[in-house]
């Protein structure tokens, strides 16, 4: 089980902290953030494997940041510079394999935490 929390409303410029718990051992999984807009397909936003390999949608441009604590079990999503078009639904997501997964690797995900940006 997956459970997302730190989002909210913040204005244009601002920055959020997005966290997910994983109730169970995760440390060996790829793990990911989506988002999902209305009116359009969800997408990848950032990507992270077990050995701390990261990648980012196109339209991040260095502004968010995927971390995890494996201690805490936790993954981050630090956002900074937010936009009104990053407002959306944000998922993140597990999947068995120690590597960068494909979408169609993940196969636990989480209820998701909403973020608006004005």
């Known amino acids: 089980q997956l459970v997302e929390s730190g989002g909210g409303s913040v204005q244009a410029g601002g920055s959020l902290t997005l966290s997910c718990v994983a109730s169970?051992?995760?440390?060996?999984?790829?793990m990911g953030w989506f988002r999902q807009v209305p009116g359009k397909e969800r997408e990848g936003v950032a990507r992270?494997?077990?050995?701390?390999?990261?990648t980012y949608g196109d339209f991040v441009k260095g502004r968010f940041t995927i971390s995890k604590d494996a201690a805490k079990n936790t993954l981050y999503l630090q956002m900074n510079s937010l936009k009104p078009e990053d407002t959306g639904m944000y998922y993140c997501?597990?999947?068995?394999?120690?590597?960068?997964?494909?979408?169609?690797?993940?196969?636990?995900w989480g209820q998701g935490t909403q973020v608006t940006v004005s």
């Open positions: 169970e051992y995760t440390r060996e999984y790829c």
């Open positions: 992270l494997s077990s050995t701390g390999t990261t």
């Open positions: 997501a597990a999947g068995p394999f120690w590597r960068i997964c494909q979408d169609n690797e993940y196969v636990f």
